[in-house]
């Protein structure tokens, strides 16, 4: 019974005799070496799990629409699963053994783990395109709101251009002040030490649970209070909301950097300042990129700490000391809750284009913590400095650097019978 | 090498911001100095660790430190460049004098002690954000020495080192992407870049293929002769092979550790007046 299956097996030697044909060469007299790759998910096996998906479906649709009066796409899903992993692993309990049975398993539970994790952030992606990118015209961007009309016909919607260049002044002005403030954070608290290391690293973390909207209040009572509203109050809270994000990457980035180079660095001679400027911050150097920016990330799209420092602004003003500022996501979150269609879109289109912000910082996150190296011609050798602050566990932010292959699969025992080279039973 | 620092002559000391003493240290050519630990004893917190070494590492000779785990070879060693001292618990009492200055005398800087006794480690750590090139001049680099003929330097520390003719088309790629072996030749050609007077190696083959062991073995042969090394290892065949003199560590039953017997090695080896050496070194504990 298990026989019947193989043909659709590749034969693996054919590959070979195939190669040899092609390079004109005499087919060796030997016997052409048959190549096993026992790791390999062959089309076979696809062929397998497409038939168990769709005999499964098939099962609890007759279950489901004909036999029963249920209905709704959620329980369909939630029904055809369970019954997908039974049928699976009893097909391949038949065609392999347990071994094989239980990998497969295992491994489509976890595969659907990661798609069930991917599903919000695509929907979300679509449901902000699609509310959003009707107005996303170069109109809306190079317009503010000043003489825009709140009438529901109204022609003129207004645009988003001075949102966008509020939010992008105060997060420079945010990074300007945070990042310093952070890495040094970080360095003290990894690097540096001392009595105060626990102290603040408790503060740290604290900073981190904090909510916004306190940041927020806190800039209102220290400095809005004195001195009005602006872009650079906004900018303070944003500072605050950054900082913890980015010392607390850094500090994992630290401390995955292998205490030999900094005892190599101590050995010839090197002052403290000397072995974190040349030698741990290089080393951590495309982690150290990515935390700086994902931080970053997290502060464009705050709204809360903006509300109390920035007051929100209709017309541009370009100057962040002095006048209410608007920014993208407070612009998003106040016309959202406007009675008028047109306005509301206007609301999309910010959300949209602050979206398209983040995700431009985390593309240009990933370039360049995987392209620094190569832009001197060292593309090979990232991976070996890599490999200093890769097998250390426990660093969330390294992980990005891996790609975005996510290992699925589970180790399956090598030793085990290869499923195409088994005996039928 | 004779400047100074903090207006105090001191015959270790030399200011790394004076370009001419730096080049003089580069340019003559042997600058090994004799190292002698006297009355050194070592204690992690309260536990003591090292009692009592007394030992001559002599001039342009090799030093082999041998004994079991745990019987503080590696901490005399890191004593010896004041390594010792960046853990938080370590303490020491005794002298260590090098061509008769004392390491430890509170005039002295870590750093510049640090830069006259270079040390490699058990396991390869070139810099790897690093070219080849900038692992072998960051000794000069992290002292501010300048030097117009850095090339020069590179090639002369590799070539010592028995790694110029294979990275001489690689000085630009990064240290990490050599081999094991070739990094391990790369971290002896950074130490010896800054010229130190004493070479300090802890184990610098147990991570290594025979191969490359039989390398850095040949390499340390060839150091010897303007560099005083001191090598720990667990390797009896590599002490024979390369070193003049041996010391023979040990610590029984949580004591501290303790050096049984030293001497040349040929002695250590064939007629040690230790019963304890005799087993140790013909593998019967250990």
């Not at chain 1, 038939?51 to 036999?67: D, E, G, M, P, R």
């Not at chain 2, 070219?131 to 003929?149: E, H, P, Q, W």
Request: contains cysteine; aromatic residues 6%.
């Amino acid at each position: 019974m298990t026989t019947e299956l193989d043909p659709l097996a590749t034969p693996s030697g054919l590959d070979d005799v195939l190669d040899d044909l092609a390079d004109g060469a005499p087919a060796p007299v030997a016997r052409p070496l048959k190549r096993i790759k026992p790791r390999e998910f062959k089309p076979s096996d696809v062929g397998v799990l497409a038939l168990t998906a769709a005999s499964s479906f098939s099962i609890i649709w007759i279950l489901f629409t004909q036999l029963t009066l249920l209905s709704g796409p959620l329980g369909f899903v939630v029904m055809w699963l369970p019954v997908f992993l039974a049928l699976y692993w009893f097909v391949n309990r038949q065609l392999f053994n347990r071994q094989v049975a239980v990998d497969r398993v295992i491994g489509s539970i976890v595969t659907m783990g990661a798609i069930l994790m991917m599903t919000p952030l695509v929907l979300l992606t679509i449901f902000v395109f699609q509310r959003g990118l009707p107005q996303l015209t170069w109109h809306a961007l190079t317009h503010t709101q000043q003489g825009a009309l709140y009438t529901p016909n109204s022609k003129n919607i207004g645009g988003v251009e001075h949102a966008l260049v509020g939010t992008i002044e105060q997060v420079l002005i945010a990074a300007v002040i945070g990042i310093p403030a952070a890495v040094l954070t970080a360095i003290f608290i990894n690097e540096v030490g001392g009595r105060f290391t626990k102290s603040v690293r408790t503060i740290v973390t604290a900073m981190s649970g904090t909510p916004a909207i306190v940041a927020g209040i806190f800039i209102y009572s220290v400095w809005v209070i004195h001195f009005h509203y602006s872009g650079f109050a906004g900018a303070l809270a944003l500072a605050i909301i950054l900082l913890p994000t980015i010392t607390r990457g850094t500090e994992e980035v630290l401390k995955v950097v292998h205490n030999d180079l900094r005892e190599a660095s101590v050995a010839l001679a090197a002052p403290e300042w000397r072995t974190v400027w040349s030698v741990v911050l290089p080393t951590a150097r495309s982690g150290l990129i990515t935390s700086i920016l994902l931080g970053i990330a997290v502060a464009i799209g705050e709204t809360a700490p903006l509300i109390m420092t920035i007051f929100g602004s209709s017309v541009m003003n370009t100057n962040p000391f002095s006048q209410p500022q608007s920014a993208l996501s407070l612009l998003a979150y106040r016309q959202i809750k406007l009675p008028i269609k047109s306005q509301i879109e206007l609301g999309y289109t910010s959300a949209l284009v602050l979206f398209i912000m983040v995700f431009a910082v985390f593309i240009l996150a990933r370039l360049l913590s995987s392209g620094l190296g190569r832009k001197s011609g060292r593309s090979s050798s990232r991976r070996s400095a890599l490999s200093y602050v890769r097998w250390t566990p426990g660093s969330a932010i390294e992980q990005e650097d891996q790609g975005p292959e996510t290992e699925i699969e589970l180790e399956m025992d090598p030793f085990g019978p290869d499923p195409g080279e088994r005996e039928p039973r | 090498m004779t400047t100074q620092i903090d207006g105090e002559d001191h015959k270790l000391v030399a200011t790394s911001h004076d370009p001419s003493v730096a080049e003089s240290l580069r340019v003559d050519g042997v600058t090994a100095a004799e190292i002698e630990a006297k009355g050194v004893h070592a204690w992690f917190g309260e536990r003591m660790v090292l009692e009592d070494i007394n030992l001559v590492m002599e001039r342009t000779r090799v030093t082999a430190l041998i004994g079991p785990s745990g019987c503080g070879k590696s901490t005399f060693l890191r004593i010896l460049n004041r390594m010792h001292e960046i853990v938080p618990s370590a303490s020491l009492a005794g002298q260590v004098e090098l061509d008769g200055d004392d390491i430890y005398d509170p005039n002295q800087r870590a750093a510049t002690v640090r830069r006259h006794i270079g040390m490699v480690f058990q396991r390869p750590n070139p810099f790897p954000a690093m070219t080849v090139k900038d692992n072998v001049l960051a000794g000069l680099r992290f002292n501010r020495i300048r030097s117009n003929r850095k090339d020069e330097i590179v090639e002369e520390a590799l070539t010592k080192a028995g790694l110029w003719s294979e990275v001489r088309d690689r000085l630009g790629n990064l240290g990490g992407a050599l081999s094991g072996g070739q990094q391990q030749r790369l971290c002896i050609a950074r130490a010896l870049a800054v010229k130190p007077a004493v070479l300090l190696m802890d184990e610098p083959c147990s991570a290594l293929d025979p191969g490359s062991t039989l390398r850095i073995e040949q390499t340390v042969k060839e150091i010897a002769d303007e560099v005083t090394v001191v090598i720990v290892t667990h390797n009896m065949q590599q002490a024979l092979r390369v070193s003049d003199k041996t010391a023979f560590f040990l610590a029984q039953d949580g004591n501290p550790g303790y050096i049984v017997e030293a001497g040349p090695t040929t002695q250590i080896f064939e007629s040690p007046s230790d019963p304890r050496t005799a087993d140790y070194v013909n593998g019967r504990f250990g």
